[in-house]
């Protein structure tokens, strides 16, 4: 199966199963798991943090994140396609009773500054308080501009918001603009690492960010249910691909372009790539799509036209190739 749909979908290789079967472990909800601190304070070490927590998703390191920085009646502001805010099924606002400000994104996955700005409400009993800005790099596979993530440290300095960083994909961000993950992160109070998509981990996520807020995120984890015990085991195939799949990723973002070569050779309308996804819209695609796709063991999601595909480390460039053979088959 060549399965493009998301790099979710990858599976822990052999190397990383062996780290996992052998992780040393204890309780982690009493702090004794050796492997859970050390994948915390590798993570923090990387993202040039002072203290990390391991949690179990994306998802919830979001919210436990959104939580540790706004009370109930406060109001966070993101993209109006910003996972934490529209993937996430309202989890701030059921569980915290904070209140989301979405503003419409920029072609290039920015929010405007300016935009944010006239969102932000007066200090007036009317009105909920702005607390908390939160950006999401890497946004539908773009990178954004380094000079962008500094103005927007400048900024949430200067109206006194906490910065949160949905840092899903930081590491992809991080290896487009050959940059560490340290500088990606610089400036944001709060950062969120997915370990279970490009990265290749099974599941988990790490919230990194300063003691105090972290030290409240892992309050929050527990309510959450998301304290875990001997999660050393996890958290070995977190380290694992900290240390070996950060600067693969290169590899990536490569057959991304390809992918998106062999799309345009098909007749399909590519957008513009910059790290491991692909969209891509079909003028005038075959019935049952998907279907057939999957009949030649390629999976796509298909929307529409349109389709987004995500590479990651299961898909080979010799898959990419097939593809472009499948796609010739299917439209013939
Ligand atoms: C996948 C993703 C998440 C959530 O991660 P899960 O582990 O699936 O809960 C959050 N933010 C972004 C940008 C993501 O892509």
Redesign the pocket.
């Known amino acids: 199966m060549i399965d493009l749909r998301s790099d ?1 979908v990858t599976r822990p290789s052999d190397a990383m199963r062996k780290v996992m079967a052998d992780a040393e472990v204890g309780d982690d909800v009493w702090g004794d798991d050796p492997t859970v601190t050390r994948l915390e304070a590798m993570t923090a070490e990387r993202l040039g943090k002072e203290a990390a927590v391991f949690v179990p ?4 390191s ?1 919210l436990c994140a959104l939580l540790a920085h706004c009370q109930r009646g406060d109001e966070y502001i993101a993209a109006q396609t910003a ?2 805010y529209r993937y996430e099924a309202g989890g701030a606002a059921v569980l915290g009773s904070i209140q989301p400000q979405p503003i419409q994104g920029e072609p290039d996955g920015t929010l405007s500054l300016a935009k944010v700005a006239a969102a932000i409400k007066p200090n007036d009993p009317h009105f909920a308080q702005a607390k908390l800005l939160s950006i ?1 790099n890497t ?1 539908d596979g773009k990178a954004l501009p380094m000079e962008y993530l500094a103005e927007a440290v400048q900024f949430a300095t200067e109206h006194s918001l906490g910065l949160h960083l ?1 840092g ?2 930081a590491a992809n961000a991080a290896v487009f603009h050959g940059l560490s993950l340290a500088d990606v992160a610089a400036g944001f109070d709060t950062v ?1 690492l ?1 370990l ?2 490009g990265l290749g981990a099974p599941v988990g ?1 790490v919230l990194s960010g300063s003691t105090e807020l972290i030290g409240e995120a892992r309050r929050w984890r527990k309510m959450l249910g998301g304290g875990l015990r001997q999660s050393g085991i996890l958290a070995a195939a977190g380290i694992y691909a900290l240390e070996n799949n950060v600067d693969r990723l290169a590899e990536d973002h490569a057959n991304a372009v390809r992918l998106g070569e062999v799309l345009a050779g098909a007749g399909a309308e590519v957008k513009a790539i910059q790290t491991n996804m692909v969209f891509a819209e079909f003028p005038n695609p075959p019935t049952d799509f998907e279907a057939k796709l999957a009949e030649h063991d390629v999976l796509m999601a298909i929307n529409g036209n349109s389709s987004r595909m995500v590479l990651h480390m299961d898909v080979s460039p010799e898959q990419i190739e097939r593809v472009g053979e499948v796609l010739a088959k299917i439209d013939g």
Do not use: L, V
């Open positions: 979710t998703s994306g998802t919830q979001n996972h934490c999401e946004t949905d899903a994909r969120s997915c279970s998509k996520s």
